[in-house]
């Protein structure tokens, strides 16, 4: 069979696929919008393929290659798949899952479990980017050795796929190996199994960045099973499953329900979500699905790119933390014994370091208080397996990735906002525990008071954020009213101000005699080794004292001096020096390095000092240069969602520079009108009249028909529903706001 005739086959199913997605209701479908394909070119690292907002399960294409660029399995620049993946990360800087992977094939093919070099592999698929579709929830592409269409859409728990085979396929067929791997992961054990005529079941432990990650699964096919090929070396198994037939229409089904804890887990899964199931009925359940999902922010706009842009990064901060307990609630914990989610659904993937900065204060306002709170439990969880609080939980283990105890801000923050379902006392008593550990360098930092460069590496870095994080214990305990706990952590808020240098005007490595390190260099930014600083520089670091900013500023000479020291930040000269420079340090204006987090909250740091308006002319020229509606679209790793959540939120006109403390400092909106539907069933209008590329600047700012002369708006207000309106000009207020700067050191919703 010709190629133009496999393709005309494949143009019909992708022609009712295509309609099934776009069937709308006389309404607008905000998931037309999204375009998965964004982050997957240069460093982003996000994947194309299906998964729903939060879901157990992420059914994507894998290119097969180990590699910086190929954590989530994809990357753009490649043309080759080995198969669909079931598990996948989403922008994240260190690779692993890629999990039971799945080809559809047309012939038999000679198996060997021990090739781990894609070019060996028989079976490989090549794609074009021409004939592949991706939008919320579905993922097509055509495999052009074959001419078979791959189709995949998800459930929670369960991947679905439907292949159409070309007319005169001989032995429609699939292979299922188990014993690939990418990047860090490695099979520990695998099993396959013939359940009747048309199921298998099986597993795939492994270890890797996750060291104990274990994916039970059941496979159901709409074929029956005419024969199975199994080859196995050692652990490593791959296995080819011969269908008796394909249907009338040229197509095989599958459903592959995972689970981390049990094959009745698996099977539990495809039992609730794929009984007699109709592939088109899934997708279109899928769509509508992310379509309630972004329907929680809805904006006006006449730029077409803008709302692409807006709606695919509102789409990828729902992507993790993802859920991990299986379709009977059950899941692997991270002390490696089975658990049960008594009334709350576990998750995992809780990518911290990056996430506590926007997205997770994001979902505060738009998720359910159920999700929030379950977010919030499934930590706590967490604690209760292993005696500390996550810092990069991964597939239900602790990675111990990144530095900092990030879950404190994000435990706090819903604490302070009264978040229904979580215990304050409970969460303080986890909060102390972990933060009295000697791990970490912990045990250097309680007895300095700050971490000397001598005792430990990323000694400033880690300083600092352990400083904000102990000032988010703080407000945690001072809620609770325990007063001596809610002091002892506020003076460990202050662990930054040794580390300021005078001279310098950096926040520098102090060693235990009471010397900053030499030499010198604020540009230096070696990667996590030799360094004071992780993943950045002097530059880059300086500015995290997100709980006390009047308080760094109160450490230079003047206001002005600590202005022009910001202003250099975005000025200076965009080189980077050392002998690793980390390759996380993208999207630079100047020295501002948006592609990374330590980054994301500085040029918001204007409306402290005085000069608001340089504030939204450097959020709007971020938003400007970082953003794209390409492939490369997103400036550096997408880390979880967070780099989309920052735009989010700046696009909206505001956002959390200190995450856990109830307010929100004004940007400059890009949206003519934005309403925020809230998790607690209000409505927040964003209003930007007069607004353009060139009517960057705020004029005036009214909250509910009353002039604000202020350049924050608080938690409480957006909750109580209302409308913020902005008149915006070409020209700046340069009055509006000096005088009421954002308040430091205090969380205002206790």
């Given amino acids: 069979m010709s190629l133009i005739l496999a393709a005309g086959i494949v143009n019909i199913a992708c022609t009712k696929t295509s309609q099934t997605i776009n069937e709308t209701k006389n309404t607008e479908r905000l998931v037309d919008y999204v375009d998965p394909f964004i982050g997957t070119g240069e460093h982003g690292h996000t994947f194309p393929g299906a998964t729903l907002p939060y879901g157990g ?56 479990a021990n090739i781990q070099d894609r ?256 977010f919030i439990n499934s930590m706590l969880a967490h604690f209760d397996e292993t005696g500390l609080l996550p810092v990069w939980a991964l597939a239900g283990n602790e990675t111990n990735c990144m530095t900092g105890y990030h879950a404190m801000p994000v435990l706090a923050d819903a604490v302070l906002k009264n978040i229904k379902g979580v215990d304050p006392n409970r969460v303080l008593e986890a909060m102390v525990k972990t933060s009295m550990q000697d791990e970490r360098d912990l045990q250097a930092y309680k007895k300095y008071g700050f971490i000397p460069s001598d005792k430990g590496n990323e000694s400033v870095t880690k300083t600092l954020e352990y400083a904000y994080d102990d000032w988010c214990i703080a407000q945690v305990a001072k809620k609770v009213g325990d007063e001596k706990t809610y002091m002892k952590y506020m003076k460990r808020s202050e662990a930054y101000k040794p580390l300021f240098d005078k001279e310098t005007e950096f926040m520098r490595g102090l060693s235990t005699k009471g010397k900053y390190r030499l030499p010198f260099d604020p540009a230096e930014a070696n990667h996590r080794e030799n360094t004071d600083y992780t993943e950045g520089n002097a530059y880059q670091h300086s500015w995290f004292v997100l709980q006390d900013v009047q308080g760094l500023i109160d450490l230079y000479p003047s206001k002005e001096a600590f202005l022009k020291k910001l202003d250099e930040l975005f000025t200076a000269s965009s080189e980077l020096t050392g002998a690793n420079v980390s390759p996380d340090i993208t999207g630079l204006i100047g020295q501002y390095a948006h592609g990374n987090e330590p980054s994301h909250h500085i040029a918001y740091l204007y409306n402290y000092a005085g000069e608001p308006w340089k504030t939204q002319e450097k959020v709007r020229e971020i938003m400007d240069t970082q953003y794209d509606n390409t492939p490369e679209g997103i400036a550096g790793n997408e880390d979880c969602g967070q780099i989309s959540a920052w735009y989010v939120f700046s696009a909206l006109g505001f956002y959390p520079v200190n995450p856990a403390q109830g307010l929100y400092v004004v940007g400059s909106p890009i949206f003519e009108e934005a309403t925020i539907n809230t998790s607690n069933g209000k409505t927040f209008t964003v209003t930007a009249n007069n607004v353009s590329e060139k009517n960057k600047y705020i004029q005036s700012i009214t909250l509910n028909g009353e002039k604000l002369d202020r350049l924050y708006i608080t938690h409480e207000e957006i909750m109580n529903g209302g409308q913020l309106v902005f008149e915006m000009s070409e020209t700046p207020n340069k009055t509006l706001g000096i005088n009421t700067p954002p308040p430091s050191n205090i969380a205002i919703n206790i």
């Fill in 119 to 374: 070019n060996q592999l028989g079976y490989t698929e090549k794609y074009s980017h021409d004939q592949e579709t991706a939008k919320p929830g579905y993922y097509s592409v055509l495999l052009q050795n074959s001419g078979i269409q791959a189709e995949v859409t998800t459930g929670l728990h369960t991947g679905f796929h439907r292949w159409t085979y070309p007319e005169s396929i001989k032995e429609p067929s699939v292979v299922i190996n188990l014993g690939f791997a990418v990047n860090w992961d490695g099979v520990q054990k695998s099993a396959l199994e013939k359940k009747n005529e048309n199921t298998i079941k099986g597993y795939r432990l492994s270890s890797g960045w996750a060291e104990d990650q274990r994916v039970y699964f059941e496979m159901k096919f709409s074929s029956k099973i005419k024969n199975i090929e199994v080859q196995k070396r050692g652990e490593r198994l791959v296995a080819q499953i011969i269908f008796d037939k394909v249907d009338n229409q040229q197509q095989v089904n599958a459903a592959v329900g995972i689970s981390s804890a049990s094959l009745e887990g698996a099977a539990a899964a495809i039992n609730q979500e794929a009984k007699a199931y109709d592939f088109d009925q899934k997708v279109r359940a899928a769509s509508d699905i992310w379509e309630n999902a972004l329907s929680q922010i809805k904006v006006t706009t006449k730029n077409k790119k803008e709302r692409e842009i807006f709606y695919t990064a509102l789409y990828h901060t729902k992507i993790a933390p993802v859920t991990h307990s299986d379709a009977m609630g059950e899941y692997k914990g991270a002390d490696h014994k089975l658990h049960h989610a008594d009334g709350f659904t576990y998750y995992s993937t809780f990518s911290l370091w990056d996430t506590f900065r926007a997205v997770h204060p994001l979902a505060t306002i738009v998720e359910s208080e159920k999700r929030n709170a379950d």
């Fill in 57 to 112: 399960v992420q059914c994507s294409p894998v290119n097969g290659v180990s590699g910086w660029d190929w954590v989530s399995g994809y990357h753009i620049s490649d043309s080759l798949i080995i198969g669909f993946g079931h598990q996948h990360l989403s922008g994240t800087g260190i690779g692993d899952l890629n999990d039971i992977l799945i080809l559809p094939t047309d012939k038999k093919y000679r198996l060997d």
